[in-house]
């Protein structure tokens, strides 16, 4: 799962209410993601306090146990398979179903009040200079690119079928930027009617699904915690 909303719901629901830093280590790794594909740098993330590695860890493990889910699944399969079907190339199709998959859920999440206070106490930890972003112990740049996140507030962009498109396909076009082996792997303007038609299309399957898959997700993680046991 780059859907830092989703992410940083889980962590406050699991946790019973996430700390600075908590929070901020739950979304860290899906913006190390983006600035390596649109800045193409690396930063590790880790080792940096006890709290945001275990927002990390809570980050992995919710990717793991959301992606067993067969809801996430029929997600990318039914829009790669459409995608595929409309002229795009497989392996284009296959990459743009898995960002869209993860933002049309985050999409989903802000027409929610809790979810959406979560995200917004989440954009005041990392505004407000209240968690580790502003120690110093990051690089300038990848902090700028957090905090320019939360002050363009974003989420609008993810249940709107023309901007997730953009988005898709800027985020595609930046990677191929970095690692040119990726280059065949883009959508071209001429594709972007198609993207926005498939997306419209499971815009409601892909809320159904999803919002069912992270449920149960928070459901076995929670009960991890409890259990001491891994979900």
């Known amino acids: 799962m780059p859907n830092v909303l989703a992410h940083n719901y ?18 860290l790794p899906d913006f190390a993601g983006m600035y390596r594909d649109y800045e193409g740098e ?18 992995r493990r919710t990717d793991q146990v959301f992606d067993a889910q ?8 039914g829009l790669a398979d459409h995608l595929s079907a409309a002229g795009i190339s497989r392996r284009t199709a296959r990459l743009s179903a ?14 929610q009040s809790e979810p959406l206070t979560a995200f917004e106490t989440l954009a005041e930890y990392v505004l407000d200079e209240e968690s ?25 962009n993810y249940s709107d079928p023309e901007k997730l498109a953009q988005i898709t396909q800027r985020r595609l076009a930046k990677r191929a930027g970095v690692d040119p ?8 303007y001429e594709q972007l009617p198609t993207l926005v038609e498939v997306i419209d299309i499971h815009a409601d399957r892909v809320r159904r699904l999803g ?12 009960h991890s915690m409890d259990s001491g046991v891994p979900a």
Request: hydrophobic content about 45%; charged content about 25%; overall charge neutral.
């Open 211 to 222: 919002l069912t898959a992270l449920t149960r997700t928070i459901r076995l993680l929670e």
């Open 98 to 111: 898995h960002l869209l998959a993860d933002m049309m859920l985050d999409g989903a999440l802000a027409e």
């Open 181 to 188: 082996a990726r280059a065949k792997n883009t959508i071209n």
């Open 132 to 156: 580790a972003l502003h120690e110093g112990k990051f690089p300038h740049g990848f902090t700028r690119f957090i905090e320019d996140y939360f002050d363009r507030s974003v989420l609008a």
């Open 10 to 27: 889980v962590t406050d629901v699991v946790m019973r209410t996430a700390t600075p830093n908590l929070a901020l280590g739950s979304v």
């Open 70 to 77: 067969p809801e996430k699944l029929k997600i990318t399969t």
């Open 42 to 59: 690396r930063v590790d993330i880790r080792r940096i306090s006890p709290t945001l590695d275990l927002g990390i860890y809570l980050h």
